[in-house]
């Protein structure tokens, strides 16, 4: 089956830094991936999404790159703010299913 | 338009219970996914319904089981607790049209813990 992989687990920036987070995936048939941001008490919100024909997605200060070709995605939010903090879960979608990865703690530090 | 409602937000059960979650979605979504997120094994994906069927089927014990109503409400059950049932329990809604990748919006999830 499917098994998406996540790095780091944790990370801390400075405000106005830009932060990345890292996802592989192992199967090609995976055509969707979607990034969703936890905060706490709360259930995943989508912040962004691309599909396996986009290479390169952007939303204000987020923005999402797909490599088909070497199997990974990752996350860029540009002028981290303190409301940035909280746990982002990137995402497969392989048979119908969402696979997801383990998630990364961000904290962004005034 | 109003989200995704899971009731109820916090439940405390012992072990050998059953216990009923309910998930309503995002009105005019047919698609309802359960998730079970645990800090040991992340957000894993437990079955898919749509249109009062089940589509899709994760890798849990029979324990686990869900159904889905005319109205796209869905609950999930899960028979005799055990302690490692505990977890956050959350269920996304998507239009689940055949052939169409669409994105899927969460509850805000039931805690359950199990004693």
């Known amino acids: 089956g499917e098994n998406v992989e996540q790095h780091p687990s944790t990370l801390s920036v400075q405000e106005g830094d830009s932060a990345v987070i890292k996802c592989t995936y192992s199967?090609?048939?995976?055509?969707?991936f979607p990034w969703y941001k936890q905060e706490l008490g709360k259930g995943p919100q989508l912040i962004i999404d691309i599909r396996s024909n986009v290479g390169e997605k952007k939303d204000q200060r987020i923005a999402v790159t797909l490599n088909k070709t070497a199997k990974h995605f990752s996350l860029h939010i540009t002028e981290t703010q303190p409301e940035d903090s909280a746990v982002y879960f990137c995402a497969a979608r392989w048979g119908g299913k969402l696979i997801f990865g383990q998630g990364t703690e961000l904290s962004v530090k005034p | 338009k109003a989200g995704v409602t899971q009731t109820p937000r916090y439940l405390i059960k012992t072990r050998g219970q059953q216990v009923t979650l309910s998930c309503s979605p995002i009105?005019?979504?047919?698609?309802v996914s359960w998730y079970q997120q645990t800090p040991g094994q992340g957000l894993q994906f437990l079955f898919e319904?749509?249109?009062?069927?089940?589509?899709n089927k994760g890798n849990f014990p029979g324990r686990f089981s869900g159904r889905q109503f005319s109205n796209s409400r869905s609950e999930m059950n899960v028979s005799t607790l055990e302690l490692g049932d505990s977890a956050l329990y959350l269920c996304?809604?998507?239009?689940?049209?055949?052939?169409?990748?669409?994105?899927?919006?969460f509850g805000p999830g039931t805690r359950l813990t199990v004693l």
């Open positions: 199967d090609s048939a995976s055509n969707y």
């Open positions: 996304a809604s998507s239009l689940g049209l055949a052939g169409i990748i669409d994105t899927q919006y």
């Open positions: 009105s005019g979504h047919r698609s």
């Open positions: 319904y749509f249109s009062e069927t089940q589509r």
